[in-house]
């Protein structure tokens, strides 16, 4: 009995032990998958973090490139249903609409946001006689065009096709073109010109046309009936530049044969010293005069046919 107590209490206390160290193994697992539920956890949390940060990466870059895109597209405008229907010609000169037509080629069902408006103010601008000009579109089918032309000054005598004398027309700048649309009359108002000669032998340019324009329209607003006479102005001295040494303007005419002007004074007092000369050889009974010379600062040289010469 007390050995099979002992035995009994051997085997009880045998198992206690074994069901501790069962106990002890049992917690020990359930504490190591706890831990491995977490790691699992955190590795899952940090691989959805890394690719929402990829999401996040790739999502900025491709906003940034769309939106350099539409910066750098240029912005597309829609061109008008309407074609060109008319055209508003305006000028302050003589040009007709019938000339416009063969400087600008439209066809007919040209759209307004066609029109190239720079090449066609080019091709208007290359004619000589057009100064500048002004192409607008005005909506919602009208082409509005308006033209500055040069003011005719002078014309003179060239040798055109076939060796044929031509007339072209010299602009206060200088410019030299063949007129269009000038009345007949107001052509023959326009004295010729012989131009300067430049060392070259040309012609081109044409400088200092303006001092001789003011000269032209002093002498038609003061004396005007002795413009009328006036028929060629001789710029054979006069280079363009007032300030060099013996720079004349010749002028020749069907009462006086040679009127020289100069710089030294201005047109002006020139033109009247003109007057009373004029006055007074037609009170002496106009005496034949062959050159009146009105450069010297405070006199007027003039020469009669006859030889003698007299100051005034």
Not at 68 to 88: A, G, Y
Not at 113 to 130: C, F, P, R, S
Not at 204 to 219: F, H, K, S
Not at 284 to 298: E, F, H, S, V, Y
Request: proline share 5%; glycine share 8%; with cysteine.
């Amino acid at each position: 009995m007390i050995g099979g107590s002992k035995n009994k209490g051997s085997t009880s206390a045998g198992e206690n032990q074994t069901w501790r160290g069962l106990d002890g193994g049992s917690k020990r697992t359930r504490i190591n998958s706890s831990q491995s539920r977490k790691r699992r956890q955190v590795q899952a949390l940090k691989l959805l973090g890394a690719f929402l940060v990829c999401i996040c990466l790739i999502s900025t870059v491709v906003w940034a490139i769309v939106a350099f895109n539409e910066r750098e597209e240029p912005i597309q405008i829609t061109t008008p249903s309407k074609p060109v229907e008319k055209i508003l010609f305006d000028t302050n000169g003589v040009l007709p609409t019938s000339w416009l037509g063969t400087v600008v080629e439209l066809r007919r069902d040209t759209a307004m946001m066609e029109i190239d408006i720079h090449t066609m103010k080019q091709q208007l601008e290359a004619h000589g006689q057009v100064k500048s000009a002004s192409i607008e579109r005005q909506f919602p089918n009208a082409l509005k065009i308006d033209l500055k032309e040069h003011e005719p000054i002078l014309r003179m005598r060239v040798m055109g096709v076939n060796d044929r004398a031509e007339v072209r027309i010299i602009s206060r700048e200088g410019t030299i073109y063949k007129g269009i649309g000038y009345p007949r009359a107001t052509l023959n108002r326009l004295p010729f010109v012989l131009p300067y000669q430049h060392s070259e032998g040309g012609i081109l340019p044409m400088r200092g046309i303006g001092q001789v324009a003011e000269l032209l329209e002093e002498t038609r607003r003061t004396q005007a009936n002795f413009y009328k006479t006036w028929e060629l102005v001789s710029l054979k001295h006069y280079s363009g530049n007032p300030e060099l040494p013996g720079q004349v303007i010749e002028v020749r005419s069907s009462m006086v044969p040679r009127i020289i002007f100069g710089f030294n004074t201005s047109f002006a007092q020139q033109l009247d010293r003109l007057a009373v000369i004029l006055n007074y050889v037609q009170s002496r009974g106009n005496p034949a005069i062959k050159r009146i010379d009105l450069t010297l600062p405070k006199d007027a040289a003039v020469q009669f046919e006859s030889g003698r010469i007299s100051t005034f």
